[in-house]
């Protein structure tokens, strides 16, 4: 039998870590019970596979290894007189153990667990560190150094939410029609904003920020599977993918930041890029537009572009029209003004730009800046570089504007 | 079954005028009879305003009383519910339609003992 390498059991720990949490959770109705047994599951996953080989189905193998350990726990506690071990006990009491039956109805548990995490009554901070960490098995030591805050607090963090869905009776339940709409639209952004974070990487390991984008797509992917008559779910993971796609190109070798025109388009992932589109066009045929589905095809523009001369930015325009007139906010705004003066000028997309009340925002003194270079009003752009730097925490971007900035003495 | 508290945060000082607070009244009328046809009503009650409530603590040991609310805020307490509810989602739609009917803030927060059907 060949040797398994340690590499497989973390491949498998990373896909089937939070469908076996889910399944757990819903037989006991307990999430730091599923939490326990699976990770007990997999310290004995890692003990016995290298000798024996994978098992055939190796997420029901973690389930009803996990199951046997909670249960096991659970009589030892209950005959103690423990009120939450009978509780468990007797919520697991007419499931059957069946490896077949878990590996074919885990997924509504997965997607009942997202919605879980995603409640709007816990903060939109605590809902993104709790996928992380039931849905995408991240430790509570990753995540506390993906969002740069100590361990501790997000620890913290993580007990007293597991403690609010406990006491005040946080459904583990795909919500009805009714609530779907605004319940999917959490869901969502926290699966964008962890893919944002890892993009954006305003600081902190590199190597875990990475991995967050990873672990969006992850959970883009499999939101997508869950619901595949939801053109948003589609539009969300082709934008995820179409962005990722851009990656290689994005920074140089040793870091530096590269725009869109000036990046070589010949390291820009085909794969990524061929699923994205495709998804983007089959959700144009479901004519659902919404502000996923938009921003994903402004992306496939941008990536049907072979070099940045080529790119139509009439459609490009339109599109932004149209997203504009979904979500009317100023950054949709600016981003549209960005379209204008490609297809208008610098001079139609400054005054836009100058109309938007956005002095806060990095990006808005980055883009005037661009723009005002452009029309050889250095003075001016040399000073809107000097407010986007005052505004840029982040080394890659503060490096590409002083180096822009540069340039134009 | 959980229990959950249903607390209406009202504004402190300044009844509104008759005609809103008669169709709040109407309102929450309505309401309590609806919990009540859905099994979910436990009790209910609203309070005078919070210049009635008296406060006792005992201070070194000293039994301590003194006048007005416990914390002096802009809101207080104007009343609650409690009912029984089968989890947070469903206890959340009694709150929606709390703070319709009282036209104010409603926080709901769960009891610690649950109950029988």
């Known amino acids: 039998m060949p040797a398994l390498a340690a590499s497989e059991i973390e491949r498998v720990f990373r896909e089937e870590y939070g469908r076996a949490v889910a399944v757990l959770v819903r037989v006991f109705g307990d999430i730091d019970l599923a939490e326990e047994a699976v990770q007990d599951a997999f310290t004995t996953a890692v003990q016995r596979w ?38 468990a006990l007797l919520h697991a009491r007419d499931e059957p153990p069946n490896e077949q039956v878990e590996a074919g109805v885990v997924n509504d548990d997965r997607l009942r667990l997202i919605f879980t995490c995603c409640h709007p009554a816990l903060s939109t901070s605590v809902q993104v560190a709790l996928t992380l960490r039931l849905l995408g098995g991240l430790t509570t030591a990753e995540i506390a150094s993906a969002f740069m805050v100590p361990e501790a607090t997000m620890a913290q963090r993580l007990v007293r939410a597991k403690g609010k869905i406990r006491d005040a009776g946080i459904p583990y339940r795909v919500p009805n029609q009714k609530d779907l709409p605004g319940r999917l639209g959490a869901v969502q952004s926290v699966i964008y904003l962890i893919f944002n974070e890892g993009y954006t990487a305003s600081s902190g390991d590199r190597l875990v920020r990475e991995d967050l984008c990873a672990e969006a797509m992850r959970l883009g992917r499999l939101l997508a599977n869950l619901m595949p008559d939801e053109p948003e779910v589609m539009g969300l993971l082709a934008l995820m993918l179409l962005i990722e796609s851009r990656r290689a190109a994005r920074t140089t070798p040793s870091g530096e930041l590269v725009l869109l025109a000036d990046q070589d388009r010949s390291l820009w992932d085909r794969a990524f890029i061929a699923e994205g589109q495709d998804l ?24 049907d572009a072979l070099v940045a001369s080529a790119t139509d930015w009439w459609q490009i325009l339109q599109l932004y029209n149209q997203l504009l007139e979904l979500t009317p906010s100023p950054v949709v705004a600016l981003n549209r003004a960005v379209a204008v003066a490609e297809v208008e000028g610098p001079d139609a997309g400054l005054t836009l730009a100058d109309g938007l009340d956005l002095g806060g925002y990095r990006l808005f003194h980055a883009i005037r800046a661009d723009l005002l270079r452009r029309l050889g009003r250095s003075d001016e752009a040399a000073l809107a570089y000097e407010a986007a730097l005052s505004r840029t925490e982040n080394a890659a971007e503060r490096d590409f504007l002083q180096r822009s900035r540069d340039a134009l003495l | 079954m959980k229990q959950y508290l249903l607390s209406v945060y009202s504004p402190e000082g300044g009844t509104p005028p008759t005609e ?98």
């Not at chain 2, 802009?74 to 089968?86: L, S």
Request: hydrophobic share 40%; aromatic share 6%; glycine share 6%.
């Open chain 2, 20 to 117: 809103v607070l008669d169709k709040i009244m109407r309102d929450v009328d309505l309401l309590n009879q609806e919990l009540k046809a859905k099994g979910a009503w436990v009790f209910a009650g609203g309070l005078h305003p919070s210049s009635t409530a008296t406060v006792v603590q005992l201070r070194d040991n000293d039994m301590l009383v003194t006048d007005g609310p416990f914390v002096e805020g802009k809101e207080h307490i104007g009343g609650f519910w409690v009912i029984k509810a089968a989890d947070l989602d469903a206890a959340l739609e009694w709150g929606r339609k709390a703070t319709r009917a009282c036209t104010v803030p409603i926080e709901v927060r769960p009891f610690q003992e649950d109950v029988e059907v």
């Open chain 1, 50 to 87: 290298p000798a024996t080989g994978l098992p055939p189905s190796p997420a029901g193998w973690i389930i009803t290894t996990a199951r046997n350990r909670a249960i096991d726990r659970l009589r030892r506690e209950s005959s103690r007189d423990d009120r939450h071990a009978q509780a």
């Open chain 1, 280 to 303: 983007v066009r089959r959700c144009l045929r479901r004519n659902q537009p919404g502000p996923y589905q938009i921003q994903a095809a402004i992306n496939a523009v941008h990536s």
